[in-house]
């Protein structure tokens, strides 16, 4: 993946937080640009941390997603140290009930009027290469104030298109003394606990996306299950739903992939079953059948 998206930290989260709610509603949000190539998406193990939003590749105009109201704006300039920001120049806009979208790593808006209300599809600024980041676009991120979360984009939007199944590259278990095992090479396992760590991704030309799901089972009955639908902060510590909130710290250490669930296997034969779902419902499993001893 050459792609390398700017990062956006909880304190850009505890900002948006504290910013007084707006008076417009998410109707038929739409993409800020209509052509424009999607190159990372929400989710995707960024070397060991999660990306916040989706990167496009574009060239010309960044309209906004839907009516709102300017919340913010920043250039890439514009910051209290000597040290460049990751997201460049950037906007916030507020679509009411606690919803923001930003947009960011474009060019300065310049002299377009950025305040009081925009209409959808108005042109905000357009499409460059400030920030951390490497190949002219924009990042799109959206910010649930009420939640405290990042939610995906393509739960909202009509997502990208894409009938293939996604890609399950590799399946490690690690047992409790940080032996790892490629459960395709070796059959036999002791019983304990093991950690399962899933390399998976959507494949597209040149690129990779992260997938929208990934399960695990163990005999039928299911023992993780990773979704990349919201990114919530609690107490200044990101946390990714697995079973529950987890921090993404613990999920995104075994970059490129993810860590999945948890299982103890006890002796006898056991079947483990790997699930990854773009979020079009298409879908890839692998089995594996196990002997412990």
Known sequence: MKQNPPRIGLACCMLLAGILPGTFGLFAIDWPHGDAKMVANFGWNNEGRPLLGVVFEAQGSIRAADQGEFLYTRGQEDTASRMPSPLGAWIALDHGDGMVSIYSRFEEPGRINLSGDVYQDRTIASAGQSGWSRNE?????????KERRWVNPSMIITPTENTDQPVIQSVELKNSEGRSINPAQ?????QGHYTISVNAFLSLPDLALAPYQILCYMN?????ALNFETFSARDGVLMVYRNGLVPVKQVYVPYPGFEVGEVWFTRGQATLEVIARNIQGNARSLSFRLQVD
């Open 220 to 224: 039928g009955v299911e023992i993780g």
């Open 137 to 145: 676009g924009v990042y799109f991120s959206i910010f649930d104030r």
């Open 186 to 190: 070796t059959r036999n396992i002791s």
